[in-house]
Every structure is written in C-alpha cells, then in structure tokens.
C-alpha cells in the first residue's frame, strides 16, 4: 500500500537555527499538507500546496516558515530560525484528486533546544 | 467551521461495540462528517466519512441523524489495538483544503 515518508523521524537543533523537514507524498497524489501537533496537544493545519504554490495557510505559518516541491516528489518544510515554542511532531499529507481522505505521514519530532 | 464536541476519553473492554458521538450544531449544509484516528506518535488515520444516514465501511460504521447536528462512530468489537485517539472533523468534503482537529475522543480498551 502506498504511503507518505518522511525524514529525519527526529531533528535536534539550537534556537535560531534553520531546519528542512522533508516528505515524500504518494506518488499520483496532487494536494500536500503540513500539519504539526506540540507534545499533548491537537493537530493544527499549517499550509496546504497545489499546482506549485500555496492553497491555504494558517496564522501559524508565519514568515519563518517556506514549502517548497524542488522536484517530482519531495514535500519540504523550512522554517528559517527555530523558536523553543517550535518544538513539535510534524506531520505531512497528502490527497489525490478524487479522494477527500488525506493520508498522513508518521511525522518528524522536532526538537528545539 | 462548525465546531464539534466530543467526550474527553472512554474506557471500553475488549470485544465490546463502542460508540463515540459527536455533537455539531452549526454544521452547514455542504459540511461532511469525517473521522480520522490517532495512535501514539502517529500521523492521523482516516476511519469514515459521510454525509447523511449510515456509511459503514470494514472498520467502522457512521451514524448521522436526519438533522446531521451530531454524528456516532461505531467500532465493533473493539480490541486492545484500538486504543488510540478519535477525532470528529466537519468540512466541506472534498474541497476542504485544511483539516481542523479538535481533541478528539481517547479511547482505552481493557483486555
């Protein structure tokens, strides 16, 4: 069964420092997402992406962050200098055409010190 | 975006059908009722979705009353794997480019 990846599965860094979290969506798959979930708390919409730019974005997603397809199939998250509050699980997803269900990946732990 | 209410958490035994109901009052008429399911550490899951009456599919089956203001998630015969957390999501289907997560039902299955 296809399925979305992605990597590092765990990022350390040091405040102020940048991070690309990278995803690999399902291949036939048209509509990307960048979720993130902070320790204990819900899942909170970051931005979604088609057709190479940006569909929605939250308030969330401020100047720090960027989304980029470089190619065919990677899906990455840069968040240009990392906050202590920017410690999170981060889910990427992903949804075909014709599908309404989104399929997640199984997130990347950021861990900012 | 309508706004769901959910219980907190549930505790249920193994092999017993468990019901979690979702209450959306101010759902609109486009909105869908969707389910996803979360383990430990884990991206969401998606159980179900429907629009009206029943939709019942391998995993789970759907219950939405004439009014569509609340919905019911069923889990047959649950077992000690179905532990996880359960979220009541209410969008525009297809089109809805954002999935807005509540905090869900946490559902523990007692052996």
């Known amino acids: 069964e296809p399925e979305v990846t992605q990597t590092p599965s765990h990022q350390v860094t040091q405040m102020g420092q940048e991070v690309i979290l990278r995803c690999v969506p399902i291949?036939?798959?048209?509509?990307f997402y960048w979720y993130r979930q902070i320790l204990g708390q819900k899942v909170e919409f970051l931005v979604s992406?088609?057709?190479?730019?940006?569909?929605?974005k939250s308030e969330i997603f401020d100047d720090q962050f960027s989304v980029e397809r470089p190619d065919g199939s990677n899906f990455t998250l840069k968040i240009r200098s990392t906050k202590l509050e920017d410690s999170a699980m981060y889910f990427c997803?992903?949804?075909?055409?014709?599908?309404?269900?989104?399929?997640f990946g199984p997130g990347t732990r950021l861990t900012v010190t | 975006l309508a706004k769901t209410t959910q219980p907190i958490s549930m505790d249920s035994y193994e092999g017993q059908e468990v019901n979690i109901t979702c209450s959306h009052n101010?759902?609109?008429?486009?909105?869908?009722i969707t389910w996803y399911q979360q383990f430990p550490s884990q991206g969401p899951r998606f159980i179900i979705q429907?629009?009206?009456t029943k939709v019942t599919n391998e995993v789970a089956s759907l219950f939405i009353p004439a009014d569509r203001k609340s919905s019911t998630l069923s889990l047959p015969r649950v077992s000690l794997s179905d532990t996880a957390v359960y979220y009541c999501?209410?969008?525009?289907?297809?089109?809805?480019?954002?999935?807005?997560f509540g905090k869900g039902t946490k559902l523990s299955v007692i052996p």
């Open positions: 101010n759902i609109a008429t486009n909105d869908y």
């Open positions: 997803a992903s949804r075909g055409r014709a599908e309404y269900e989104q399929y």
């Open positions: 291949s036939n798959h048209l509509y």
């Open positions: 429907g629009y009206k």
């Open positions: 992406f088609y057709n190479n730019e940006i569909s929605e």
């Open positions: 999501l209410v969008g525009a289907g297809a089109g809805s480019y954002q999935l807005t």
